[in-house]
C-alpha cells in the first residue's frame, strides 16, 4: 500500500466515524423516547424505570450506590425511591450490621413492571430487526457489540487519565 492508498482509507474512516457519530444522537433520543412511551405506559416516569432498572440488575443496593449508578445527587435517588417505595414497587429497610445505612430492593410488583417494560423493548427492537433483511441482523448486532465494548474501553481510559491528571492537583491543593 502506498500513501495514496493510506490518504484513502483515512478518508473513508473519517467519513465512516463522522456518520456514526451523527448516528449516535439520533440513536440515542430514539432509546429514549421508547423508554418514555414504555414506562407512560407502566405508569411510570423514565427516571423511575432507570432507578427500577439498577436495581433489577444489581439487586439490593443503597441510596447512595443507586445514585451513584443513575449518575443523580444522593436527593433525588431518595426522592425517586420514596416515590417507588410508595407505589409498592421497592422495599426499604436497615442493614442489619449498621443500623445507619438503607438498603432498598424490588418488590414483587417492582420485578413484575420492570420486566414488563423490559420486554415491550424487546419486542420494539425486534420489529425494527424484522426491517432489517435476515443476514444482516447478527451483523448488526455484532457491529453494537463491537461498538459498545470499544467506548466502554474508551470511556474508561479517559476516566483514567481524568483521574491521574485531578489527582497531582487535589494533593497539591490540601
Known sequence: MNSSDNE????????????VAALLPRLG???FKAHACQSAAAGITVGHYK??????????CTVGEIAAGLGVSLSTASELLDQL??????????????????HVWLTASGKTITDEIYQRRVALVRAALHQVPPAE???????????????LQQLDTTEQAATVRVAPNAVANR
Not at 484513502?8 to 456518520?19: P, Q, Y
Not at 417505595?85 to 438503607?102: F, I
Not at 441482523?137 to 467506548?151: D, G
Open 8 to 19: 484513502v482509507l483515512d478518508n473513508f474512516d473519517d467519513r465512516l466515524a463522522e456518520k
Open 137 to 151: 441482523r447478527p451483523i448488526v448486532v455484532r457491529s453494537l457489540e463491537t461498538l459498545v465494548s470499544v467506548l
Open 29 to 31: 433520543m430514539m432509546v
Open 51 to 60: 432507578a427500577l432498572g439498577f436495581l433489577f440488575h444489581h439487586g439490593q
Open 85 to 102: 417505595v410508595t407505589s409498592g414497587y421497592v422495599a426499604r429497610g436497615t442493614n442489619p450490621a449498621d443500623r445507619r445505612q438503607v
